[in-house]
Structures are given as C-alpha cells and as structure tokens.
C-alpha cells in the first residue's frame, strides 16, 4: 500500500548536495517539502528549481526546509545547479538528494509507471513530480503528484503549507482560492456555535455547516 496523509513519512539516509543527511534529523521539528523532478538538465525541471530557489525567504519564514530529487548523481547536480542558477535569477541553497539508485524514489512511490518516455539513457524509469509536505511530528499532511510534462505552481505549494499551518493553530479550514491574510476563512466543524463565539466573535453564518470569519494571523 502506498503512503497515505497522516502516515510517518518514511526515514532514510541519502547524499545530497550538502552533503549526507538522515532526513528526519535533518528536518527536526521544522516542516520539510521533499520533491522530486525527472532529471537534471531537463527544461521544466531547470524552471522548477528555479522558481523554489526564489522562494527561499518565504520558506525561511514558515520554518519549511525544502529538498529537492532527481536520479541523478551528485556530479550532474553540481553542474546542473550552475545552469539553473544562471538562467533562473537564482541562488540554489537547498539540498539536491542524489538518487541515481533510486532508493528514495522507490520507498516514496516516486517513479513513473506509465510514461514510456520518461526514462533514463539506460531506459530505467525516472520519477515523476511528486511532492510531500510533511509536518514537525514528521507526519505526511499533502501528497501531490504531477506528470512529467507538467510543471508545479509552488505558488500553491506555498498557499498550501499556510493553509495546513493557520488550521493547525486555529482550528480553521481555507476555502477555495483562500490567499492568506485578509480573507474569510471557515470554522471548522468540530467546533460548536458557542466556543465559535468565543473563538471568533462575529463570525457569519451562511449555512449551519457553513461558518466564516476573517482572523489576524
């Protein structure tokens, strides 16, 4: 069975860019997005890593460690890592897993079993786009996969990890097109009509399952 949200995300030791690390203390009690991409110097990829690359101070600020993974060895990143920073306005400082065994790819579900392009020189299957973001507790709380001829909107990976954190602090949900601040979020249903009240003054009833107030946070 493959993983599932709420799942522990699986541990493992890899060498990256950054040297060797075993994923859960490299990730302790931060958040963490674990993302693969097919291969290095490949177009979409090369705008991928660029786009995560420019968000590096949003994720700072979430407390989000990112870590990107390709199958590919650690020489063919390093190289990569130069193309990408030239072309994408770019600083890469996150950690490239070099998962040319595919070992990572494997125990996460990543590989493409149905793009009879999408493989290696060898004709070895590569990955797809697939994303994890996993909490503090190491828990899996989004899965989101992607074929290899899509490129991701981190934007929405970025709205998503805010999301997940804002619910776990006040006991909302986001609807949908939810951008952050200043818009109305939903209370969630566990939380009744009296402690709404005291949690959220004010807050609107459109349908008795369908609460809404606007928060500072």
């Known amino acids: 069975m493959g993983l599932r949200l709420g799942d522990e995300a699986p541990n493992f030791k890899t060498n990256t860019t950054q040297g060797e690390i075993q994923f859960h203390a490299w990730k302790h009690l931060a958040w963490a997005i674990l993302f693969s991409h097919p291969e290095d110097f490949t177009p979409v990829c090369t705008t991928e890593l660029g786009a995560v690359a420019r968000l590096q101070p949003e994720w700072e600020k979430r407390n989000v460690r990112v870590v990107g993974l ?48 999408n493989v290696d020189a060898r004709g070895m299957p590569l990955t797809v786009r697939s994303v994890f973001i996993i909490d503090p507790s190491n828990k899996i709380r989004l899965i989101m996969t992607y074929p290899a001829v899509t490129g991701r909107n981190f934007n929405e990976i970025l709205r998503a990890v805010d999301s997940l ?6 006991r909302v949900a986001t609807p949908a097109g939810w951008t952050g601040k200043g818009d109305e979020v939903i209370i969630h249903n566990g939380v009744s009509n009296e402690e709404a009240e005291r949690l959220f003054p004010g807050f609107k009833t459109v349908l008795p399952y369908l609460r809404t107030t606007k928060i500072d946070d």
């Open 70 to 117: 390709s199958c590919n060895d650690l020489r063919d990143h390093g190289s990569w890592v130069d193309d990408i920073q030239q072309t994408q306005s770019c600083s890469v400082n996150f950690p490239i897993i070099a998962d040319a065994d595919r070992k990572v790819a494997t125990l996460y579900d990543m590989l493409d079993y149905q793009d009879a392009s």
């Open 165 to 170: 954190q804002l619910g776990d602090r006040r």
